[in-house]
C-alpha cells in the first residue's frame, strides 16, 4: 500500500493522473478529427511526423534547462504548450496553423507521453522521496499513469459517440474532445502554480547530475514511444 506523500507528491501524482488521461482522451480521435477538418492523409501524416519532431526539440531544451531556469516554471511553460496546441487544433482548419501547433505546441497522437513533464516530475519527485520509498513510489506513478491513458481513452470514445448518439455531427464531436483537451492542460497549468519550491534543485546540489538524469529520462521516453511508432507504421 502507498504510504502518505508531501504535498508536492501528491501534486505530481495527481498531473501525471490528468496529463495522462488526457493524452488517452484525444488520442482515439485525433486521426478522425483531422480527416473530418479535410486533410489529405499526406497533410496528417507530414503534421504528426512535426509534431514529434517539435516534441523531441522542444522538450529537450526545457527539460536541459529546468534546473537552470525553474522546475515548476518549466512545467508552466509544457502546460501553456498544451493548451496552445489543443486551443489552435480546435479553431482552425488552416493547415500552416496547424503546423504551427503541432510543432511547437505538446499534443500527443498516440497517447504515449510527450513534452517535458516525465523528466522534469521524475526529478522532482526522487529528490522528495526517500531512498528506501523511492522505487515503491515510481512504481505507483507509472501504475496510475498507464490506468490514467486508458480511461481516458475509454471517456473520449465514449463521449463522442454519446454526443453523436445526441445529434451532434462528427465534426462536431471531435472538436469536443480536443477542447477537452486544452482544458486539461489548463488544469495542469493550475496545479503546477501550487507546487512549492521543494520540487526545485536544492543548494549545494549538482546540477550537472540532475541534468544528465533529465537527459537519460528525456532519450529513454522518447526513443520508446517513437520505436512503438514506427512499428505501428510498417503494420499499417
Known amino acids: 500500500m502507498i504510504q502518505p506523500l508531501t504535498r508536492n507528491g501528491n ?28 486533410l489529405s ?6 503534421l504528426l511526423t512535426l509534431t514529434l519532431i517539435g516534441d523531441t526539440i522542444i522538450s529537450l531544451w526545457i527539460t536541459t534547462n529546468a534546473d537552470r531556469i525553474g522546475r515548476r516554471r518549466m512545467l508552466l511553460i509544457g502546460a501553456t504548450l498544451m493548451i496552445f496546441a489543443g486551443v489552435l487544433f480546435a479553431i482552425t482548419r488552416n493547415f500552416v496553423f496547424l503546423l504551427i501547433a ?23 519527485l526522487s529528490q522528495i522521496v526517500s531512498n528506501e520509498r523511492r522505487t515503491h513510489i515510481f512504481a505507483w506513478y ?7 491513458t486508458a480511461f481516458g481513452a475509454l471517456g473520449g470514445g465514449g463521449l463522442v459517440q454519446a454526443l453523436q448518439d445526441s445529434g451532434m455531427t462528427p465534426l462536431g464531436s471531435y472538436r469536443m474532445i ?9 488544469i495542469l497549468g493550475v496545479l503546477f502554480t501550487r507546487l512549492s519550491p521543494g520540487v526545485e534543485i536544492q543548494a549545494g546540489s549538482d546540477p550537472s547530475h540532475s541534468t544528465s ?24
Open 11 to 38: 501534486i505530481l501524482f495527481i498531473t501525471r493522473i490528468a496529463r495522462m488521461f488526457g493524452y488517452g482522451f484525444l488520442s482515439v480521435v485525433l486521426i478522425l478529427y483531422l480527416e473530418q477538418v479535410g
Open 142 to 148: 507509472n501504475l496510475v499513469g498507464s490506468f490514467a
Open 213 to 236: 538524469a533529465f537527459k537519460n529520462s528525456f532519450w529513454a521516453t522518447s526513443l520508446k514511444r517513437r520505436g512503438i511508432q514506427a512499428i505501428w507504421v510498417v503494420l499499417h
Open 41 to 46: 492523409q499526406v497533410q496528417i501524416g507530414l
Open 102 to 124: 503541432a510543432t511547437i505546441g505538446v499534443i500527443s497522437p498516440s497517447g504515449y507521453e510527450v513534452g517535458p513533464f516525465l523528466s522534469i516530475e521524475q526529478a522532482a
Open 178 to 186: 480536443v477542447i477537452g483537451y486544452a482544458i486539461i492542460g489548463l
